[in-house]
């Protein structure tokens, strides 16, 4: 017994040594003539979506070492600025004012649309509401309106469900609908999961909820919305989404400083391929094209 | 071979050690793990004053400034409160109540299928349980108090009352079966009746035990993270529309703001360090609970859980 312990000890020790002295040279092989590095930095919304293409992509390009950072859009650009990175990740259009500054510097900021973003809103099967505008929506979250009859829809208490606050789409959410710095009402349900948030809104009649656009099943409904209450109802569909006309999506920008090097362009061309917007499917976001 | 008593007690000798350092590595442990705790959240302080952490009613991390964020104890504290002190109302009767059958009242045959299948409970998953919870005890709670939403405190202490039960029938099942039959013999020759002698002899006699099953049973609820996740709702609400109308509304617990946002928060910023806060929060009040605990364990000794 005592002997076979021993055995399984020392083997285990020979295998940890053998591989742990077998990874270094791997990296190392692949290293020797000029590894290329890539840095992407910026949107916190983005991190998954680009570690998830970084994954794939250095899978398929061995000699490219791709390292992405978050911080927020804010930092990504600041950065983008004093070439502290070389892709930078943005869930917002560079403002004018940031495209001046650069040019100041020398630099000509060059934009590339990499994936959308896009919620549906969902409310109880039994709610005669079909559409919402922006604003009501916004009121209904921020707890202005809490009955339904409020928002043209039949008397009841309207239950608020949101993600939590660490899902990117909670903070889409907050600074898409509700505007930067203004909180959610406290009496808001967050959920841990998006499933969680369809199964209560089809258990609660008043119940309202937004999830990823590829989130609605036939347990709730999805409800059009109007960007204001003079513009057209739209349903939220991956045509609209792209069409610009839904009022909650929004596109999910790379940018890069001057025309993109040889291996920026690699990773720019892969991202908006097929394999990249692949990736963007499977993390819930909507493909461009 | 030759000297096997000497060889038996130098190997005394290293178990002992063994032991005793084993012991020592536990507290070592403990303290080591509340000093990590509070080295990681104390910071917290620096960029967001102590006096916001105490009063501020809301929960907001990701609230842009000037307005936020928000990092408020007050709605997670109270949630994890009220949750807990439901579950206790709900599973010290039911639970003592089982224990007193099992120990006293039911034959032998149903003991030994009852006491076997409610330890049984105790091995499903938390998240199994919360899934359950979600499906069928929101709905019901919903149906039955006429609600706009199952998910809410109540429904929370349901379900953590049905975790904690285990725990409480089993020990306090133990508790209880250690109170010497000459107790119950002598208060039937007194002349008292079955009932006189269960509740004025057997359970005082096993009362440390029982407090200390209660008390393990609450330690269980007020840690569980998984399932007041699934059915509370986690919304961050101070009451103020008194206690029944809190208990029927989503609440925020401690354990469900640290397990919803633990993973995800980016390492050393301030929603970091105030989820450690909370965590430090939460390691004193099971600190506490457990400290009252060994108190009743200890009160009376030799009586009870050996």
Redesign the interface.
């Known amino acids: 017994m005592k002997a076979k312990m021993w055995a399984a000890a020392v083997i285990g020790l020979v295998v940890a040594a053998m591989t742990g002295c077998s990874a270094p040279k791997e990296g190392a092989g692949s290293a020797g003539t000029g590894t290329q590095t890539l840095t992407v930095k910026g949107s ?1 919304t983005m991190v998954q979506l680009a570690q998830a293409w970084a994954e794939e992509f250095m899978k398929q390009h061995p000699d490219i070492q791709v390292s992405v950072t ?1 911080g927020g859009s804010n930092t990504g650009l600041a950065a983008l600025m004093n070439k502290g990175t070389d892709i930078c990740n943005s869930s917002r259009p560079i403002k004018d004012e940031e495209k001046d500054q650069a040019a100041k510097k020398g630099i000509d900021v060059q934009e590339f649309v990499v994936a959308r973003d896009a919620l549906s809103v969902i409310v109880n099967l039994s709610n005669p509401i079909s559409e919402l505008t922006r604003d009501q929506l916004k009121d209904i979250y921020t707890g202005k309106v809490t009955d339904w009859s409020q928002v043209g829809g039949t008397p ?2 309207i ?2 469900n949101s993600r ?4 990117g789409t ?2 889409f959410f ?2 898409h609908v509700l505007g ?5 009402a ?7 999961a998006t499933s ?1 948030i369809v ?2 809104v089809a ?5 309202i909820g937004y999830v990823g656009l590829g989130y609605v099943t036939d347990k709730v409904k999805a409800i059009k919305l109007k960007a204001d209450a003079a513009s057209p109802a739209v349903e939220g569909t991956v045509d609209n989404v792209m069409n610009g006309s839904y009022p909650l999506a929004r596109p999910l920008f790379e940018y890069t400083a001057g025309a993109p090097s040889a291996v920026a362009q690699k990773w720019l061309d892969w991202v908006r391929g097929e394999g990249g917007q692949a990736v963007v499917k499977r993390l819930d976001f909507v493909p461009i094209k | 071979m030759s000297k096997p008593g000497h060889r038996w007690r130098s190997l005394e000798g290293v178990i002992e050690s063994a032991i005793r350092v084993s012991g020592v590595a536990s507290i070592a442990l403990v303290i080591l793990i509340f000093a990590f705790v509070l080295r990681e959240g104390l910071p917290l302080f620096k960029e967001y004053p102590l006096r916001a952490f105490l009063t501020q009613r809301g929960w907001q991390p990701t609230l842009s400034p000037p307005t936020g964020p928000w990092f408020g104890l007050l709605p997670n504290l109270w949630g994890s409160v009220l949750v807990t002190a439901g579950a206790v109302v709900i599973a010290v009767p039911l639970a003592i109540g089982a224990a007193v059958c099992l120990a006293d009242v039911a034959p032998r045959s149903i003991r030994d299928v009852v006491k076997p299948t409610i330890e049984l409970l105790a091995t499903v998953p938390s998240v199994a349980i919360g899934f359950v919870g979600a499906a069928a005890i929101n709905p019901l709670v919903k149906d039955l108090f006429n609600l706009d939403t199952g998910k809410s405190a109540l429904a929370g202490s349901i379900v953590l009352a049905f975790m904690a039960i285990p725990t409480i029938v089993t020990i306090s099942d133990d508790a209880l079966s250690a109170v010497p039959k000459s107790f119950r013999d002598g208060s039937v020759a007194l002349g008292a009746t079955r009932w006189q002698g269960i509740s004025r002899v057997v359970i005082p006699s096993a009362a440390p035990g029982m407090i200390a099953a209660i008390m393990l049973g609450v330690g269980r609820a007020i840690g569980e993270t998984m399932v007041v996740i699934m059915v509370t709702g986690n919304a961050g609400v101070l009451p103020d529309k008194g206690l029944w109308h809190a208990f029927t509304h989503s609440v925020r617990t401690i354990t469900g703001t640290l397990g919803a946002e633990a993973l995800e928060v980016a390492y050393g910023d301030a929603h970091y360090r105030a989820l450690f806060m909370l965590g430090v929060v939460l390691f004193l009040i099971t600190y506490v609970l457990n400290f009252v605990a060994d108190l009743a364990l200890n009160r009376k000794p030799r009586r009870a859980l050996q």
């Open positions: 916190d978050g009841g208490r239950v608020l939590e606050t660490s899902s909670y903070v907050q600074e930067k710095g203004v909180p959610f406290d009496n808001a349900m967050l959920q841990p969680q199964q209560t258990q609660d009649k008043g119940g």
